[in-house]
């Protein structure tokens, strides 16, 4: 049976960002906002339903590589080339705090269901872990399992999963003091949990991705006819969990139907190579996608659809 829920598939609009390359684009908690990472070392705020740029932060001393809203949308964290993690307060658009300890560039973030930690991922081969209750400026905890790059970090209270290019996921049981290992056989780019915590997608360096399950590593399900060789190509799942979504290096996102593995559409973005960042609505069928200089907005339903409803 074909999952009958539309996947995002309508272009809405193009929003030139103007911050150099778009390292990463990112939607808050509730999806009225996204996050654009640049290569000018800054973060930008926006309203992608309108097209709107709300606020810059600046600060980071290098290209600025991943960012996230906190649960109640009062900060923001980055991260960077600068090996460093930044907190931003989001109406004055000051930086807060800055945590330094990596020994090489960070690449991805994730804070907790309570935005009171954040994990931050790096080329240095672990994950640290920063408390913002407290006034220190060391992380509480360090994970050092990984022994390359760790390339994504995602939280699932009380499970965290992480990717590296060591060819291994490791999701970190919290409550239960457990780590399970998982090797994919190639060095994996982006992991991320399904929404119903059951399975696991993730991404290589050999254009592939397999859909794991959680606690057995058993092979559930791959996708082809994407391109991910030369570029840390971003994939996750649409807000349902019908479809699965991964960017591509010859400038298009493809989408699969997650049960039946078929190819059900590509976004093709015009005039752009690498399509490297996905970041899926959290509770509706939008997609913001990046590549080069621009974010592009996708929905389910065409701007027709929308004025005759």
Not at 238 to 254: A, C, F, P
Request: glycine content about 8%.
């Amino acid at each position: 049976m074909v999952s009958s829920e539309k996947p995002p598939s309508y272009l809405v609009r193009v929003m030139e960002c103007k911050q150099g390359a778009v390292r990463a684009v990112r939607f808050n908690v509730d999806g009225e906002y996204c996050l654009t990472c640049g290569s000018d070392k800054s973060v930008k705020l926006w309203n992608p339903h309108k097209g709107t740029l709300l606020h810059v932060y600046a600060g980071h001393g290098y290209e600025v590589l991943d960012a996230r809203g906190s649960c109640d949308n009062s900060l923001i964290c980055s991260c960077g080339m600068d090996k460093s993690v930044m907190i931003w307060n989001v109406s004055t658009g000051e930086s807060m705090r800055k945590f330094r300890g990596h020994a090489a560039r960070v690449n991805c973030l994730a804070f907790n269901e309570e935005s009171t930690v954040i994990l931050s991922g790096s080329m240095d081969g672990t994950v640290r872990v920063w408390d913002l209750r407290s006034r220190r400026y060391d992380p509480i905890q360090i994970l050092d399992e990984a022994k390359d790059s760790v390339m994504t970090v995602q939280v699932s209270t009380p499970l965290i999963l992480t990717a590296s290019l060591d060819s291994y996921t490791r999701i970190y049981d919290l409550r239960n003091g457990q780590l399970i290992s998982n090797c994919i056989g190639e060095g994996v780019t982006c992991a991320s949990f399904s929404g119903d915590g059951q399975c696991v997608l993730t991404s290589t360096m050999n254009s592939s991705l397999k859909l794991m399950d959680k606690d057995t590593g058993e092979l559930l399900s791959q996708y082809s006819g994407h391109i991910s060789k030369d570029y840390k190509v971003e994939s996750c799942f649409t807000q349902s969990d019908t479809h699965v979504l991964s960017g591509s290096e010859d400038g298009n996102v493809y989408c699969w139907d997650l049960v039946q593995s078929t190819l059900a559409s590509r976004l093709q973005h015009k005039g752009s190579s690498v399509v490297h960042s996905l970041s899926p609505h959290p509770s509706q069928p939008f997609l913001l996608t990046a590549s080069l200089g621009q974010v592009w907005l996708w929905s389910s339903h065409s701007t027709e659809d929308d004025e005759c409803s």
